[in-house]
């Protein structure tokens, strides 16, 4: 097993240290402390109640869908669930938060302390201490493109309700970082309290970043605001790294700051330092009473929750001998596990997962689509590594095969069939197109006679060739082999 | 046909509407004149007189078709601080100028849905920050019990308007709101009853916040009785305010009849200052005597941390009040300054549309909750509140009724305290535990001191027990027999 990924400077290595906070939308029909709409895309100014304008007089009501949501949430994450919490309220002043404040939970969160395990490719594993999960409300949106003078203010999602959770500092580089984002998109997905869509803002992270030698004591850290997708966050991550290597480097400090990160020049920016650090000047919000939850409904919100992404993972690896790997990407996509044992059926597990994580994703990722919208079904991939299997094409054959599948929606078989790729398994065409190979090298013939049995491969390779990928590999590699064998014996 | 039915009360107003001895137009057409003669006053901010007359035309229809409803054509004037629907409601501060609400506060919707009409918004201290009603974007109230050849006195606040124009005879009761004694004080500075119900006990939503865990809403009246028939109908739980209390109202009226006989009634020693005015302390003695004398157990009781309750009550207040006076910021509604960018805007807006007492309680309310001095004032004050609410249950548990003197003075000369914040706080000094402790109290008209001002005595009841605290309240009206009316009424 390898470690996670440092980063190498002028003067030696640096190691990172990355907690996330993550913000996600809870899935609900109407905002954290008003009746008013969620859903995405309406109109400016749409779905706005007397309370989210912070008229005055008005006043907030806890929605209990979004605390029964936080709640499941927590005990996904294996997390406590405080049966006393209290809402605060953040003190500051900005046209898009209407009440002049946000009410937060502070002091006393809903969700304390859980975890997160995250697979690595490379085998490795991490851990991810969950620091806490608390009920927030969003704030509105500036629109500042309107026309040249003013800036407007769409309050729709003002008061829709959020969860922040916030993780320790546990992650050790961006791989890590996305791969523990990817994780927790899968497990909100799974139970329900977030779509998170990115894209539409459903989902999206503040990165808090620090380099030092491996080791050592924590750097100082920067914190780099509203990352909105997996990719971003990991492109951000490395670079503002790189950026700290280069400032200790060069002999300065790190400045602990909030910063942006701006994709299309792929760099961080500052945007405003600890100095200029509001002073929330948090306390209870007197508007609203502590929030108790009784054990009773802890537990009808347990037996609510569906198999988690961490079960069904135990569960692929168990089942179908996957690899801890494979299974967490599989587990990630809220649709693969189904689609992977829809796949799997009658056939070798692990091959399937590694068809779908390598080629499928691969296919998907590149053009854009979800696994919703795959043109090869699960029955379609599942006779692919069925026709690997039987021997009737070999795996290069099948990812060409599988090409044309994704081009087309066509099925395996009458790909095959049509384009004749059946595998050639007959000895006595294997051996004569070896036998050519043999006769039209006679110089690397010699090679291997004189020890160089490295030269196999290239025969192999040869003969290939010859049948156009379509001889079955492993037979051709033990007619070779006997033949060079016998040959040099006689 | 001049009349003199703007001198009657609530009850002896509804009697005569129903025995068809008046009509509701020609009740409202009586208040409005004497409005129109106590304009002087300076108590009424926006005048309704002819949404009055047409709901005054409506009643008397209601009342032809037998559907009169309990309070049907009782005029009832209201605090400029209850958002009414369609009326201007400016809380007494230049910031709301051009704010007419599109909602009705709860308290007032149940009140007209009860068939009282509108008539009237009062004056009021800004944001019902004072004691004298002296801080108001409108200028200050004349007490209508001011000597004709001397200064014009204060109503007390911060419901001045509320008590003046009740004790003018222009009106047969109001709402006030007490935070602090907000009702209370000017009830015993203006000679009228007074009532402060349990925190929780009235809806505060489409109230105007200051501080809203104390705000509280209330009647003033010219009796005991009327007030416990407003309070029947505008009290109860309101799913819309998540600190109202899920409890039953309990029939007020019946609560009225019965004596005292063996009514448990304390006496607090902490009350009794050094500094208290002769006719003060001598009033209290006859308040005793009374009680005594109706059989009542007078004992005397100790809230030992009664001292602290001023200043812990001048943290809280600010404290919240600095929060839930953000939303007042020039973007959505009300005033609006021209500025440069966003933080000119709200900087020229609050700084012109607020007033210096406003500001000042702004300014130490964010003092109070700044990193480094919460746990030091914020949470030392919600500590010795915690204590005091302990004091009172445990002098409950000796006693039914608290009596108190309801401030430490009569009415004072406008501009008398103006200069001095804290000799202006000290009004509050027997009004604010209870206050704090959310008990429900009333002020009651108890006799004329040697400047021929009415003086108030206060009666602190147990949280809830408003039936018991109306009985009491009944028995000193009955031993105190006939108030004068002020010379300034109409």
């Known amino acids: 097993m390898t470690g996670a990924r440092t980063i190498v400077g002028a003067t030696g290595e640096w190691e990172l240290v990355i907690g996330l906070e993550v913000h996600a939308q809870v899935a609900t029909r109407s905002k954290l402390f008003s009746g008013a709409a969620t859903e995405f895309g309406a109109e400016p100014n749409a779905q706005v109640s007397l309370v989210d304008a912070a008229m005055p007089g008005m006043l907030p009501v806890i929605n209990r869908a979004a605390v029964d949501q936080a709640v499941r949430t927590g005990l996904a994450l294996g997390a406590e669930v405080n049966r006393f919490s209290v809402f605060d309220r953040k003190n500051y002043f900005y046209p898009d938060l209407p009440q002049g404040y946000q009410i937060s939970q502070y002091r006393h969160p809903i969700v304390g302390a859980g975890e997160l395990r995250v697979d690595m490719p490379d085998g490795r594993a991490r851990v991810v201490g969950i620091e806490r999960l608390h009920l927030e409300q969003d704030a509105g949106k500036l629109v500042h493109d309107r026309n040249a003078t003013d800036s407007h203010v769409d309050l729709n999602r003002a008061g829709i309700p959020l969860m922040e959770i916030v993780s320790r500092p546990d992650l050790r580089d961006w791989e890590e970082a996305g791969a523990y984002l990817r994780k927790l998109r899968a497990l909100l997905r799974a139970v329900g309290s977030c779509d998170g869509n990115m894209e539409q803002g459903s989902l999206r992270a503040d990165a808090n970043v620090s380099v030092r030698r491996p080791g050592a004591p924590l750097g100082t850290r920067c914190e780099i605001k509203n990352l909105n997708s997996v990719r971003f966050l990991m492109r951000a991550i490395e670079v503002e790294a790189r950026r700290q290597v280069a400032v200790i480097e060069a002999g300065e400090a790190v400045h602990q700051e909030t910063r942006l990160y701006d994709p299309q020049r792929n760099e961080t920016r500052a945007m405003r330092s600890k100095e200029d650090a509001h002073d929330y000047r948090y306390f209870p919000d007197p508007d609203l009473l502590p929030l108790c939850l009784s054990e009773a409904r802890i537990e009808r919100l347990r037996d609510s929750l569906p198999e988690l992404p961490e079960a069904i993972r135990e569960r692929l690896i168990g089942e179908y001998g996957l690899t801890p790997y494979d299974a967490s990407v599989l587990v990630a996509e809220p649709d693969a596990p189904g689609f992977f044992e829809a796949a799997s059926q009658g056939r070798n597990g692990k091959r399937v997962a590694n068809w779908i994580v390598t080629n499928l994703f691969g296919a998907l990722n590149e053009a854009g689509r979800p696994l919703a919208e795959s043109p090869v079904s699960a029955e379609a991939l599942g006779q692919l590594v069925g026709l690997i299997e039987d021997g009737t094409i070999s795996d290069r054959i099948a990812r060409d095969v599988f090409g044309e599948m994704f081009q087309t929606g066509a099925s395996p078989q009458s790909i095959v069939e049509a384009r004749g790729l059946r595998q050639i398994q007959d000895t006595d065409a294997i051996d004569a197109a070896i036998d050519t190979a043999l006769a039209a090298n006679p110089g690397q013939l010699e090679q291997y006679r004189a020890g160089k049995t490295k030269v196999l491969g290239w025969f192999v390779g040869q003969v290939m060739k010859a049948t156009r990928g379509q001889a079955n590999p492993a037979l051709v590699n033990a007619r070779l082999r006997q033949k060079l064998d016998a040959d040099g014996a006689g | ?490």
Not at chain 2, 463 to 468: K, L, M, P, V, W
């Open chain 2, 1 to 490: 046909m001049p009349s003199d039915l703007h001198r009657l009360g609530v009850a002896e107003a509804t009697a005569r509407l129903a025995a068809g001895d008046c009509s509701a137009v020609e009740l409202v057409e009586a208040c409005i004149a004497a409005q129109e003669a106590a304009a002087g006053l300076n108590a009424v901010v926006t005048d309704t007189a002819e949404q009055a007359r047409t709901a005054a035309r409506h009643a008397d229809q209601r009342r032809q078709r037998n559907e009169a409803r309990p309070l049907e054509g009782i005029p009832v004037a209201v605090k400029d601080i209850f958002c009414t629907r369609g009326v201007a409601t400016t809380a007494g501060s230049r910031i709301l100028d051009g704010f007419v609400p599109a909602y009705e506060s709860t308290v007032g919707a149940k009140l007209w849905d009860a068939g009282a009409i509108l008539l009237g918004k009062t004056n009021m201290d800004e944001f019902a920050m004072g004691s004298s009603n002296e801080t108001s974007r409108w200028g200050p109230v004349r007490n209508p019990w001011s000597p004709a050849d001397g200064p014009a006195l204060v109503p007390g606040g911060s419901s001045g308007g509320s008590a003046a124009i009740v004790a003018a005879r222009a009106v047969p009761a109001a709402l006030g709101t007490d935070t602090g004694g907000s009702i209370r004080q000017p009830a015993s500075f203006c000679g009228v009853v007074g009532l402060k119900p349990t925190y929780g006990r009235c809806s505060r939503w489409g109230i105007i916040a200051f501080a809203s865990s104390l705000d509280q809403a209330g009647p003033l009246t010219r009796s005991v009785a009327d007030a416990a028939l407003i309070l029947q109908h505008i009290a109860g739980f309101d799913p819309k305010d998540s600190t109202s209390a899920d409890l039953p109202v309990p029939d007020l009226h019946s609560a009225l009849q019965g004596d005292v006989k063996g009514l448990r009634v304390g006496i607090p020693a902490e009350y009794r200052l050094d500094t208290l005015p002769v006719a003060v302390g001598d009033l209290w003695e006859r308040g005793i005597a009374w009680f005594r004398a109706a059989g009542a157990e007078l004992s005397d009781v100790s809230l030992p941390h009664t001292r602290y309750a001023l200043p812990a009550y001048y943290i809280v207040a600010p404290a919240e009040a600095s929060a839930n006076l953000a939303r007042y910021d020039g973007v959505r509604f009300g005033r609006r300054s021209t500025g440069e960018d966003p933080d000119d805007l709200y900087t020229r807006t609050r700084r012109e549309g607020f007033g210096e007492e406003v500001r000042r309680r702004i300014m130490i309310g964010g003092y109070v909750l700044s990193e480094g001095y919460y746990d030091a004032y914020y949470l030392r004050a919600q500590q010795v509140r915690t204590r005091i609410a302990e004091d009172f249950q445990a002098a409950f548990r000796e006693v039914d009724v608290l009596l108190t003197p309801t401030a430490p003075s009569s009415a004072f000369p406008q501009g008398a305290k103006t200069d001095d914040p804290l000799a202006m706080y000290v009004n509050d000094i027997f009004t604010v535990p209870a206050s704090l402790a959310g008990l429900p109290a009333i002020s009651i008209p108890a006799g004329l001191d040697d400047e021929r001002l009415p003086l108030g005595l206060q009666l602190i009841g147990r949280a809830f027990d408003e039936a018991t605290l109306l009985q009491a309240a009944a028995a000193l009206e009955a031993a105190v027999g006939t108030v004068p009316s002020p010379a300034g009424s109409a």
